[in-house]
Each structure stands twice: as structure tokens, then as C-alpha cells.
């Protein structure tokens, strides 16, 4: 059998050796020159296969010549979409907010998930639920935590209902966090909603220029002191998500400020995690701005970690392989506002030319417009992603948002090779530093 290198494979020089890394397996490897020498000894028939090329198979950075990579990577997007094992919505429980995020893409209608609409999503679970193996919902808003009785009232019937039928249930929230009191977060433990996100726009004085509460003003400190209230009580089995958004373009110090007490306060605490997004304005109206929209997100994180190499990993969630670019992919994945409304994406809540259908008082999906992927799922990849099957970025971001490509009928490009070789250069570099002073402190 003859191997030649894979179809995804990044293959980087630097001064001391060779990065290799796959966007379809995720994984990456350092190699020394005489190593990667060897490799491409290997390859060209010179020497038989030793421990580095044994290595280099098994991990997927050398397949066969007889493999067709595109087939595996687009059969593998298509059982995913098709064959999730879990039914998943996104509600809407309120579209009332005490913020008003001036980016937010929310129209506030102050309308509320009513016990008749939250009817209608029950009886549409009971039809579902022995189609799948569990059942997970994100409750967002607007701010859930408005309508907390609600919320808990609505979350511990489908709990129930779930632990009944013998079946996963797994709900989140989704939450400024100005309201996540420790009486509230209680609450929300109490009733098994134990993964919460909450979002945060850079340190004090950048935060609260963007996300004031419309009746007492600056956020930041109060969210703050909820989450540190939180940390001291003596519970586990809960999951914290710090969102801190940064903009593309601009000076990056309110997120390394923001870095700074997220290290001091959070990071050696396993029940929160820490991720960081660009904000994105998916209105733009500009084709070629909307089209070239997460251009400059990677040189604003490598800037952020240069100055926190704790955070390295954070680097590669840029340009991990999944399995789709987001739910609006899923065949068994919905957005449902207050009115049980069905949208694309929740980017486009309540925007009536991407409203789908809706649920039916019998608990039916009845879809208006077409767009989820019901039948031909791969003939309709095949046609959409035809300009992306031969890119080694293609497991990274399958073509990226969905709402750009149906109003355009173009692919944004979610990153290039260029930002890829830089994320992994950084990368590497850090964790090569990091090996080199462990060895120097044992030398000592």
C-alpha cells in the first residue's frame, strides 16, 4: 500500500523543525528535521516505515493514495446533519431585555413564551421523544432570566417529561448575567439547568459602554459580583461559560484587561471556562463587507494571546474540525421564538423573510419555506459547498454561515491559510517555550 500525505494537511518550516497539522482529524504534531526527513524518504519508497511514520498513519496525517478524503469528510457532514441523536431547540422564552445592546440582532418586542405556546412546544417533544435518544434546549431571549418563574415552571415539565420516557434531557441558558443572582443561579441548580453562558464586552469601562441596563446604567461590576457570589457557594456539577466579545479591527487592551481578572478570579476554577468571539454585524448590507466578515478575527486573538500564552488553546478553536458550522446545519435542530415561530438561525429571530413555519396547536412542525435540508441532503451539499470541495479548509467551516450564502448565493470564508499558518506558528511556539523552561527548572 502506498501512502502519500493527506488532502488536509497544513505542513509549516520553521527554524527548528516542521509543524504538521490535519483540519480533518484535529490533530497536530511537531516534527525535527530529521524526522520529517524521514517522512519524506518514506514517501518517496527510500526507507521502510519506522515508529514516526507509524505515528504519522495512525494519526491521519499519511493516508492511502486509494483514499477518497472528500467522499469520507462530506459522507461524514451528511450523517451528522442527518443522524443527530439528539433533538435540540433553541427558544426564545422572552424577547424582553433590560440591556440594549446596540449590536444585538434581537428586535424587542417584549412578547413572552405564554403557557399556550409552551403547550404547543411540549406536545411537539412528546412526538419527537422516541426519535432520539435525549432531548437539549437552550433557553434564550432577550434575558430568560425576566421571566425566571417561567423558565423554571417550563424547564422542570420537559425534565420530568424526559426522566419519565427514560431519556437525556440537557437544558443551558443563555444570560447577560445581571440577573444570575446566587438566589437565582439556585433556582436554576435546583431544576437542573447547570450550563449557563454569560457574555461580557471587554473590561469595566468598554463593557459598560455597550451593555448598560436600561434602568440603572453600568453592568459590569454587578455581573461580576454575581458570578464571585456563585464561586464561593460550595457546589459542583455546574458549568460556566465567560463569553468575552472583542471587535474585529479595533485595539484589543479591554480584552486583555478583561483576561486579567478572568485569570485572577476564574481561571483555576474547572467550573468555568472561557471562550472568545468577535462580535460580527451579520447585517451588513455591503456584499463584499459581508462576504469578508471574520476577516481580522485571527490577528486580533493572536494579538490577545501573545500578551495570555496561558490561553493558547484558545488559538485552535479557530480551526478545529467539526461536524457542521452551526445548528441551523441540523435537520433536528430549531429556533423558536416567544410565539413558536420557527427561524433559520437566531441570528434572524423574528425577521419574517427567514421565518420558516411554525409549531402547530397539535404540536406539529408545519414548514412554510423551505430550507432545512429534509431530503437530498447530499446532493444539495454537493451543489452549495461545490466550490469548497477541494479547499483543506473545508472540514474547518463547511462553507461558514448559512445566512450569508442564502442571501448571497456566495461562501464566506470563515479563515484563510495565512491565518491558519499564524494561529499554529503561535501556537507551537508557545508550548515549545513552555517544554523549554519545564526542562531548564528540572536541569535546576
Known sequence: MRYVYSKYLYIINDDK?????????????????????????????????????????????????????????IDEHVYSIEN???????????????????YCFVKKSGRIMEEQKFGQLYRL?????????????????????????NLIEY????????????????????????????????KLYDNNIRNIQVTFDGAENKHD??????????????????????QKMAFHEYYITIRCNYEIGKEMTDSKEFLKLYDKFFSRDKRFSLVLKPIVNYDEIDEQKLLS????????????????????????????????????????????????EIYMCDAVINRQEYKLGFITEDGDIKIQKEYKLYSKVKEHLLKELKGCLNCKRLPVCYGSCNKIYHLLGKRACSINDSDIEKLLRMYVRIYN?????NENNIKK
Open 17 to 73: 523543525g516542521v509543524i504538521m497539522y490535519s483540519t480533518k482529524t484535529g490533530n497536530i504534531v511537531y516534527l525535527e528535521k530529521i524526522e520529517f526527513e524521514d517522512v519524506k524518504s518514506y514517501l518517496d519508497g527510500e526507507i521502510q516505515a519506522n515508529d514516526t511514520i507509524n505515528y504519522m498513519i495512525e494519526y491521519g496525517f499519511l493516508v492511502s493514495d486509494e483514499t477518497d478524503e472528500v467522499k469520507s469528510v
Open 84 to 102: 443527530s441523536k439528539i433533538f435540540h431547540l433553541t427558544v426564545y422564552l422572552t424577547e424582553e431585555c433590560n440591556f440594549n445592546c446596540e
Open 293 to 340: 466578515i471574520y476577516k481580522g478575527k485571527t490577528d486580533a486573538l493572536c494579538d490577545i494571546i501573545g500578551e495570555y500564552t496561558q490561553y493558547a488553546d484558545l488559538l485552535m478553536e479557530l480551526i478545529r474540525p467539526r461536524k457542521y458550522w452551526c445548528n441551523s446545519y441540523s435537520c433536528n435542530s430549531y429556533v423558536v421564538n416567544a410565539m413558536g
Open 209 to 230: 459602554s455597550m451593555r448598560l441596563d436600561r434602568k440603572e446604567g453600568a453592568s459590569f461590576d454587578i455581573i461580576i459580583r454575581n458570578l464571585r457570589k456563585i
Open 433 to 437: 517555550e513552555r517544554i523549554e523552561v
Open 155 to 186: 424547564n422542570k415539565k420537559i425534565y420530568h417529561f424526559c426522566e419519565k420516557n427514560g431519556k437525556k434531557y440537557n437544558s443551558s441558558i443563555v444570560t447577560n448575567g445581571y440577573y444570575l443572582t446566587l438566589h437565582n443561579f439556585l
Open 125 to 149: 417533544l412528546e412526538k419527537k421523544i422516541n426519535q432520539y435518544s435525549g432531548i437539549d434546549i437552550s433557553w434564550f431571549g432577550g434575558e430568560p432570566l425576566i421571566r425566571i418563574e
